[in-house]
């Protein structure tokens, strides 16, 4: 074996040509050597050693040639650091790159972005994806962007318009915002000044709102509902004073409507149209389409027939006194209702006939009365002319044995005095020389004189027109007198109670307003006013009450 090896290494094994390398056939040349080497056992031939001299030759050319392993890993120590310099460079800084190098399409993006939000109303967000803070993006990559200025500007005329919109839809909250936004972006105080004027006061109209509508709601649960300054109504018509068309006064005025309707329909079935007319024509000059009017204005005429038709039976059966209270009632109710009208010449006429069946029956004062009740009807009823003057001739025959000249001139002195009076305007107490005092001389010299009830007719109409003009706390002095000379003139007139309980509530309500004003002189003041016009108004005693609580009150 040992001679085979040394003849496979020598070159000379079967199948070598002498002469020939027999390393070619191990492959790469820089590794025989050692290989051969690792079989050899002896010394090697000089043929040998001389190739493998060549061999160690060759093979140091070559390395010298290609560079050497040291000088190789020298050289990757530099380039893999800066190769990876260059990356994290890239990596760091390849949106100002990419904006470098396509220095549009940032800036493009964002614009459009931009202009999405303008037009969906998107004017800020506080994700940044705002209109207002997309144009500020592209202004921070291009500071002479000139769409992006322009942009910012359209964002501060859109906060405005809005601004305006939300005001006039009284959306109060998107209109602060929508000021604070325009002002951010530089939209000038002139511009300004009159939204946030008008939003502030809003919020003063709110807070305002706010109480009147506690207020109301207080009222309407105490049941004050109308006829004063603390009713629930009076509140209501001043929050819409206030805001016109808000809708929670206006359900709450209207809630009130409903009740004050329910309160006329029980006044009519208890008896009393002419509370139950008050109170639909209350609601009807509030709320003419409030929708309650149409069944209680149905109501009422369907009592009006009926009361017509009594009347009418009245008449007949000779009922004067029930058919004229009835009468007064539906004047009270419809004066101007052409049936009414009707019926009540006919109750004049009735009044006439049975003044002439009282002289036939020799009893002339009470003919005088029936004819002045005639008169009251009708001023000039058919029939009235006739009756005077069968009066006149029958007073004359009875005062033929007395001394008629004086008593007439004193009638007619009386008579003159009250005319002067009257073209001087001093037609009531408390004014001095008033025509009534000297008309009730006049009629204590001849009772039932047609001249003397004629003009004390003439003053008590002048009064009843005193008492109509109470609009103001001033009217309401010279009104105590007017009523007076009406309850003297005819103590059984059937409008006196209603005349009364209107005055002494318009006293009353003054009393309210001057306890709320901290001033209980005043109020008692007016509190008395009311108990002389009207003692048994059912409003006195709460009055009275509050009144001596203020009164303890300041004395605590």
Do not use: K
Not at 443 to 460: E, W
Request: aromatic residues 2%; hydrophobic residues 45%; proline residues 6%.
């Amino acid at each position: 074996m040992r001679a085979n090896r040394r003849r496979r290494s020598d070159g000379t094994g079967e199948g070598s040509e002498p002469g020939e390398d027999s390393t070619h056939d191990w492959g790469d040349t820089g590794g025989s050597d050692s290989t051969v080497e690792s079989f050899e056992v002896g010394p090697a031939p000089a043929g040998r050693r001389r190739r493998g001299a060549r061999g160690e030759g060759q093979g140091s050319g070559d390395g010298a040639g290609r560079g050497g392993p040291r000088e190789r890993g020298r050289a990757w120590r530099w380039v893999v650091p800066l190769v990876l310099a260059v990356l994290l460079l890239l990596y760091l800084f390849r949106v100002p790159l990419a904006d470098y190098v396509l220095p549009e399409s940032a800036q493009s993006r964002l614009l459009a972005s931009a202009e999405r939000a303008l037009a969906a109303d998107t004017l800020t967000r506080a994700d940044g994806q705002g209109a207002r803070e997309l144009y500020a993006a592209v202004l921070a990559l291009n500071p002479d962007h000139e769409a992006a200025r322009a942009g910012l500007a359209r964002v501060a005329a859109r906060a405005l318009e809005t601004a305006q919109a939300a005001l006039a839809a009284d959306d109060r909250g998107t209109a602060r915002d929508r000021l604070v936004l325009a002002r951010e972006l530089g939209v000038g105080q002139a511009l300004l000044a009159p939204l946030e004027d008008e939003l502030r006061r809003r919020d003063s109209v709110e807070d305002e709102l706010d109480r009147l509508l506690a207020d109301a709601r207080a009222a309407e649960a105490a049941g004050r509902l109308d006829g004063g300054a603390d009713s629930a109504l009076a509140h209501y018509r001043r929050m819409l004073d206030r805001e016109p068309g808000n809708p929670v006064a206006l359900a709450g005025r209207r809630s009130v409507l409903d009740r004050l309707l329910e309160q006329a329909e029980s006044a009519l079935m208890a008896g009393d149209p002419a509370s139950a007319a008050a109170g639909i024509d209350r609601v009807a000059a509030i709320d003419p389409r409030h929708a309650g009017l149409p069944s209680a204005r149905v109501a009422m005429s369907e009592w009006m027939r009926a009361a017509l038709v009594e009347v009418r039976g009245e008449i007949e059966a000779d009922a004067l006194d029930a058919a004229d209270e009835r009468l007064t009632d539906l004047r009270r109710v419809r004066p101007d209702d052409a049936e009414v009208v009707a019926e009540v010449e006919r109750l004049a006429v009735a009044w006439i006939a049975r003044g002439h069946r009282h002289l036939a029956d020799g009893a002339p004062e009470a003919a005088r009365l029936s004819l002045l009740r005639a008169q009251a009807l009708v001023e000039r009823a058919p029939g009235l002319v006739e009756l005077q003057r069968a009066l006149a001739e029958q007073g004359a025959s009875a005062s033929a044995g007395a001394d008629p000249v004086a008593a007439a001139e004193r009638v007619a002195a009386a008579l003159r005095a009250a005319e002067a009076a009257m073209a001087a305007g001093r037609w009531l107490p408390p004014a001095a020389d008033n025509a009534w005092q000297h008309l009730r001389e006049a009629d204590r010299l001849a009772p039932g004189d047609l001249a003397v009830g004629r003009a004390r007719l003439a003053v008590a109409r002048q009064a009843r027109q005193c008492l109509a003009r109470l609009s103001t706390p001033a009217d309401l002095e010279p009104a105590e007198p007017c009523l007076a000379v009406l309850a003297e003139f005819d103590p059984a007139d059937p409008d006196l109670p209603g005349i009364r309980f209107n005055l002494a509530e318009r006293w009353i309500g003054i009393a309210d307003e001057r306890i709320g004003a901290g001033e209980p002189a005043a109020a008692a003041r007016a509190l008395d006013a009311a108990e002389r016009v009207d003692p048994g108004h059912p409003d006195l005693p709460a009055m009275r009450r509050r009144l001596e609580q203020v009164g303890e009150g300041g004395r605590h």
